[in-house]
């Protein structure tokens, strides 16, 4: 991958066009700072996925997350009558703020 600087961009365009239509990657960098990636068509296609492919990748990732939770109930289950983390975490919120969740029970304000 070769580093340019939008100077050498405007004063080779047309050759570093050439260079990266032929598969050559430009990393373009101002005061050694990436601002940007020059690359070919075709590997571009490639790193930008279509909205159904994406939404497809995204609902795969919450089952894995829905599948991890039901194997960690199953092999940690809660005691009876110990709140699940969704109450925990109200619990949390309302001794740290007052008005946050009064109506819970461990609310010593509310």
Known sequence: MRHITPLDLRRSLGSILDAASAGERFLIERDHRPLAMLVSVEEGQR?????????????????????????????HPRP???PDSVELMR????????????????????
Do not use: H
């Open 47 to 75: 790193l930008d996925e279509s909205a159904d492919d994406l939404r497809t990748r995204r609902l795969a990732a919450l089952d894995r997350i829905d599948e991890f939770r039901e194997r960690m109930e199953r092999l």
């Open 80 to 82: 009876p009558g110990f």
């Open 91 to 110: 619990q949390e919120r309302s001794r740290d703020d007052p008005d946050g969740y009064p109506e819970y029970p461990g609310d010593v304000d509310g």
